[in-house]
């Protein structure tokens, strides 16, 4: 029998996560969502800055098998298609903004060799409603650098399902930056389906107040040889929630896999919460494949040390915290904005 | 310069007092040392002068250039002159030497109204300091002190306190983990450092030190007062008899 529906739900026509839900026992939007947020039930007015060699185009696609599926299926109208042919390489990246409200579905094919660097700006200044869902098909050897920066209104609901798919030899690197929202999810799906494939899934939050974000990734290896690392760095303030489960799946051919996952968290108050489900499941019998998972607060001596030698305590705990979080982003090959935005979030919240 | 009246301070709980109505005064211009054997408070001394939490003052006083020191926090004693070399120096992770030494700098220029040094000067600097201490230029791009043997990590921090240039240096066992030429390299820094405006307060648990950083006067500490003080040879008679004489 379905639970009955509440108000928001029936304005969807449709459920929405919630916490019986194994995979959403700690980012429960059902019950977050009490009144209807404009971006509701309408699609998204997507923006997009498409570099030179691209094409875009709308198509319907059949819903995925994810609870925001169908939801975003239904509010979406046409899904946007972007082609990226065999061997494209451009300095400049493609730019998704127009990401603030609505339901949208972006769906990028990237051809053989290809390199395609793809930016995304989540941003919101009002209270609002936003479900993406992303979907990446790379090609033998094709390169995927994915960027996003989330800043959002304290009240903002978003949910972005990404969908990763990885042929042989193909490298994704995908740096998220998110300093929450209301409730907030940030999923990632990886299918390795060829042999060789890269992937560096690094990411880092940031909260302060009430905000909540959810970093939660399945990474499902099919081929031979993939070379996995995750680092995941959070940081938590005031009364805020900071959510990550990760989960590598290495099936039976998927031999000489290489897979790290590590999650680290800092607790700068004794309100903050941090949520973390590292998970190995793996049925390949020679792989290297490790997870670590840490919370704690700042060093107290560290920071005495610090102020011994002048530094404010302020600055010291910003220093101490901004060195904590910059290893995820160490990869990146140009790091400053990322940089700039943590300096600017430690300064008030540190 | 600095003026200890009294002074007694407990572990934060209560349970047990540490400093027991310590009175010392150390003149600017001369170098203080506290010998003692373990568990007198030499290294609590230390960290009370310095700021640090878990200790709490009970009783006394502390003038430091006429300010009441202990109504200030860590990083305003450091502004003020005031500068800690530790016993055992902390790892700051992810905080490469250079900046993290830079960052303290200028923070304590900013806060006393000073212009904040330029990357190309105060590198000039640095590379001549690094270079009288022997400390490998590698060292300054490595995260501060982390992964250092002993010995380095107390080169840094006299390569700190040179490039602080503070007023008023407490030294607390800074012999200890040095080898005999480290130990020369650590003191022709300090004693290059002396002159009649800084004053010294080093601690240590051995005479050695003092051979070759020679005090103007030496003060025995034991159960969290001065029990004896002298010149400079009676740290050697110190070292010779013990400190049984002095125990409480």
């Known amino acids: 029998m379905l639970p009955k529906l509440t108000f928001v739900e029936q304005e969807l026509g449709a459920s929405l996560p919630h916490r019986r839900m194994e995979a ?83 769906f990028v094919k990237i051809g053989a060799g290809a390199k395609l660097e793809v930016w995304e700006n989540h941003e919101s200044t009002t209270p609002d409603f936003v479900n993406l869902e992303i979907s990446f098909d790379l090609g033998e050897a094709a390169e995927l650098t994915r960027t996003l920066i989330h800043t959002d209104h304290a009240d903002t609901t978003r949910i972005i399902t990404a969908y990763i798919n990885a042929w042989g030899g193909a490298k994704i690197r995908q740096y998220a930056l998110s300093f929450g929202a209301g409730i907030a999810r940030l999923e990632t799906n990886i299918a390795a389906l060829g042999e060789g494939v890269s992937a560096e ?16 990734s399945l990474i499902d290896l099919t081929g031979e040889n993939a070379h996995i690392r995750q680092c995941v760095k959070g940081v938590v303030s005031d009364k805020a929630r900071g959510v990550f489960q990760g989960k590598f799946h290495v099936r039976r051919p998927a031999q000489f896999t290489d897979a790290q996952m590590r999650h680290d968290a800092l607790m700068l108050s004794d309100t903050s919460e941090i949520r973390a489900k590292p998970e190995l499941e ?60 943590i300096e600017a979030w430690l300064e008030q919240h540190a | 310069m600095i003026k200890i009246e009294n002074l007694t301070a407990v572990v934060n709980d209560g ?31 230390a960290y009370v002068l310095s700021g640090k939490d878990g200790y709490d003052v009970t009783g006394g006083s502390v003038q430091y250039l006429g300010q009441d020191l202990l109504a200030m926090k860590p990083e305003e004693r450091a502004v003020a002159g005031l500068f800690l070399s530790f016993q055992y120096p902390l790892e700051i992770p992810g905080v490469p030497t250079m900046h993290f030494l830079r960052t ?70 800074t012999d200890s983990g040095l080898d005999v030429d480290a130990l020369r390299i650590v003191a022709d820094g300090v004693n290059a450092l002396r002159n009649p405006e800084r004053g010294m307060l080093i601690i240590t648990h051995y005479q050695r030190l003092l051979d070759y950083i020679i005090p103007d006067r030496v003060h025995v500490l034991s159960a969290g007062k001065i029990a004896a003080s002298g010149d400079a040879d009676f740290a050697k008679k110190l070292e010779q008899e013990g400190y049984d004489e002095y125990a409480a």
């Open chain 1, 24 to 106: 959403w026992k700690w980012t429960d939007v059902r019950a977050r969502e009490t009144v209807p947020k404009s971006g509701l039930t309408s699609a998204m007015t997507l923006d997009i800055d498409l570099p030179d060699g691209l094409s875009l185009r709308r198509a319907d696609e059949p819903a995925k098998d994810h609870p925001m599926g169908k939801i975003a299926r239904n509010f979406c109208g046409k899904a946007y298609m972007i082609d990226v042919p065999a061997g494209f390489q451009s300095a400049k990246p493609l730019k998704l903004n127009g990401l603030g409200q609505g339901h949208g579905r972006i």
């Open chain 2, 104 to 173: 303290a700098v200028n923070a304590q220029r900013k806060a006393r109204g000073e212009d904040i040094i330029a990357a190309p000067e105060f590198l000039k600097k640095a590379r001549k300091v690094a270079s009288d201490l022997k400390v490998k230029p590698d060292m300054l791009r490595r995260p501060l002190n982390v992964g250092f043997s002993g010995g380095e990590k107390k080169r840094m921090e006299i390569f700190q306190m040179m490039m602080l240039e503070p007023k008023f240096i407490i030294m607390d066992e």
């Open chain 1, 282 to 341: 793996i049925y390949a019998d020679d792989v290297a494949c490790a997870h670590g998972n840490t919370l704690g607060a700042l060093d107290e001596s560290a920071l005495f040390y610090m102020r011994t030698r002048g530094i404010a305590a302020p600055q010291a705990r910003a220093l101490l915290t901004q060195a904590f979080v910059a290893e995820a982003f160490e990869g990146m090959a140009d790091n400053t904005e990322f940089t700039a935005r």
């Open chain 1, 201 to 216: 899934i690094n990411g880092a939050y940031l909260l302060s107040g009430k905000r909540h974000t959810d970093m939660t």
């Open chain 2, 15 to 45: 349970s047990q007092t540490i400093l027991n109505e310590l009175s010392l005064e150390i003149p600017a211009g001369e170098v203080h040392a506290i010998m003692g054997p373990n568990g007198a408070g030499k290294s609590t001394l």
